[in-house]
């Protein structure tokens, strides 16, 4: 079991930025890929970002390419995703997820945190 806790989120202007974290406990962390997802209201859950085992592989939506960067840090269990250029539409629960393989897709992430509300005003 991998239990994951994300905080960081808040309320922002459109342009403005924030940086999201995910505590893991449980077992190793550096086992599994993980990632971030979102969900907006009345909206499906949607990939945001993932980032290999090791760190040395990152995958983007190409709704947030070149605006958020994800980062992790086995040594403290750690993930990261620093938001840049936030736009309205980027409004809605952030996920942390983690999962034994590439964490890209809901159906592959084994483990999600509770969630974290991101509101980017215009």
């Known amino acids: 079991q991998v239990q994951l806790v994300e905080s960081g989120g808040g309320l922002v202007q459109a342009g403005g930025s924030l940086r999201l974290s995910c505590a893991a406990s449980?077992?190793?962390?550096?086992?599994?890929?993980t990632g971030w997802f979102r969900q907006a209201p009345g909206k499906e859950r949607e990939f945001v970002a993932a980032?290999?085992?090791?760190?040395?592989?990152?995958y983007y939506a190409d709704s947030v390419k070149g605006r958020f960067t994800i980062s992790r840090d086995n040594a403290k269990s750690t993930m990261a995703l620093q938001m840049n250029s936030l736009k309205p539409e980027d409004t809605a629960v952030y996920y942390c997820?983690?999962?034994?393989?590439?964490?890209?897709?809901?159906?592959?992430?084994?483990?999600w945190g509770q969630g974290t509300q991101v509101t980017v005003s215009s």
């Open positions: 449980g077992r190793t962390f550096s086992g599994y890929s």
């Open positions: 997820a983690a999962g034994s393989r590439t964490v890209r897709s809901t159906r592959e992430c084994d483990y």
């Open positions: 980032i290999s085992r090791g760190g040395g592989f990152m």
